[in-house]
């Protein structure tokens, strides 16, 4: 009798798997935007000359005359250590590299260059509550808030390449001489809605955030070494969402020294 029992619990066994694998099928997956869809060869990035567009929302891009541009561009790149010259091509593979702690799995994101907020702006068709957004630091900029190295530093490991020996790597970013280490450092994303022409609200998200930094969490300190989600339901419902940076590590004359790059994927949309 305990074999036929036991006989009949072992056939059911099956049934019930197959069972769950089909309710897990059934699970709705939220309909994100990845950019996943926009076509790179591998390692890669492209400046569209008029900004693109992914699942109806669609992203600005403003090139200028001396090569440069401001808004967004797309990437598929995620070097994670220093470069050895400072050559454009050498500091374009940080500029549109996300920096994550091992290797990046969200295939194509969006790389910010938020010089002008004017230029920098994603828009929806009809009035709709962006639920939240992963945002990352570019490689660049994490290795400048990190090593803060410019010149004449002791030797240090480059990043991720555990068999280089030690030198004194340069991060090319001008200025830039210390780490983003002090007591109330900061550099923060501030997203500002609009319905219309009418501004809804605006949040602000850090990327790097010590001590004091931040007056509604004065004891946080952490910078960002991954993607993370940024609530942005607080601005209510928008058709413009526009983009800009705030450091605290600025130049004599007031200009921030942390450039105004960061990278985005994963916009859901409240249905």
């Known amino acids: 009798m305990k074999r036929i ?3 009949l619990i072992f056939g059911l066994v099956p049934f019930f798997y197959a069972c769950s694998d089909k309710s897990e099928l059934l699970v709705p997956i939220p309909d994100d935007i990845t950019f996943n869809e926009l076509q790179l060869s591998p390692y890669t990035h492209n400046i569209p000359d008029n900004g693109f567009t992914s699942k109806g929302v ?3 891009t403003k090139k200028n005359g001396n090569g440069t541009y401001s ?3 797309y990437s598929n790149q995620n070097n994670r250590s220093f470069v050895w010259s400072d050559s ?3 500091r374009d593979t940080n500029l549109y590299s996300v920096y994550t702690s091992y290797r990046n799995m969200t295939e194509v994101f ?3 260059c938020a010089n002008s907020e004017a230029d920098t702006y994603f828009t929806i068709q009809q009035p709709t509550i962006v639920e939240h957004i992963l945002v990352a630091n570019t490689t660049y900029n994490y290795l400048a808030m990190t090593y803060g190295v410019n010149s004449g530093t002791s030797p240090i490991a480059n990043p991720n390449i555990p068999s ?3 030198a004194i790597w340069n991060t090319f970013a001008p200025g830039v001489t210390r780490k983003l280490n002090l007591t109330g450092d900061y550099y923060k994303i501030v997203a500002k809605g609009y319905n219309g022409n009418t501004q809804t609200g605006t949040v602000d998200i850090y990327l790097c955030c010590r001590k004091t930094a931040d007056p509604a969490n004065p004891d946080f300190a952490f910078l960002r070494t991954d993607w993370v989600k940024a609530d942005l339901t607080a601005l209510g419902a928008v058709t413009k969402v526009t983009f800009s940076t705030e450091s605290s590590y600025e130049d004599g004359t007031g ?3 942390i450039h105004s790059w960061f990278c985005i994927d ?3 949309l409240k249905k």
């Open 5 to 7: 029992i036991f006989l």
């Open 58 to 60: 669609t992203f600005n």
């Open 71 to 73: 808004g967004f561009a």
């Open 88 to 90: 454009q091509t050498a």
């Open 110 to 112: 969006a790389v910010a």
């Open 164 to 166: 280089a020996p030690k």
């Open 255 to 257: 200009n921030d020294l």
């Open 266 to 268: 994963g916009i859901r």
